[in-house]
């Protein structure tokens, strides 16, 4: 699966932005998808997640209200729509595939199969 994230940038304190991330190499629609971040010096955070059908999502504590998930199968694309940023939203975003079939470990970073380059949001104060 290769996975091309894209539509980072930077935004001022409570903006938004909309991320996006396409794939291709395999049914779309029977691959969960997740998006994390990474901040300089920091661990991987778990953002957000959506099980292949789109029908279930999940969110990272620091984000919920805030970010919402989605996906388009006819365009195999996932979606990462940002707002009211903060500072600390700022990050790498990378969006990561799990091709798994069962059970969706939405928020654990070592069960993704395939990840994207990533994106950079920055975020002004």
């Known amino acids: 699966v290769q996975l091309q994230a894209s539509g980072g940038g930077l935004v001022e304190l409570g903006g938004s932005l909309r991320l996006s991330c396409a794939a291709s190499?395999?049914?779309?629609?029977?691959?969960?998808m997740g998006w994390f971040r990474q901040a300089p010096g920091k661990e991987h955070e778990f953002v957000a997640g959506?099980?292949?059908?789109?029908?279930?999502?999940f969110y990272g504590d620091s984000v919920k209200g805030r970010f919402a998930i989605s996906r388009d199968n006819a365009k195999n694309t996932v979606y990462l729509q940002m707002n009211s940023l903060k500072p600390e939203d700022t990050a790498v975003y990378y969006c990561?595939?799990?091709?798994?079939?069962?059970?969706?470990?939405?928020?654990?970073?070592?069960?993704?199969?395939?990840w994207g380059r990533g994106t950079q949001v920055t975020v002004s104060s």
């Open positions: 990561a595939a799990d091709v798994t079939e069962g059970s969706y470990y939405y928020a654990v970073r070592e069960r993704y199969d395939y």
């Open positions: 190499g395999r049914t779309f629609s029977k691959i969960h």
């Open positions: 959506i099980i292949s059908s789109g029908v279930r999502t």
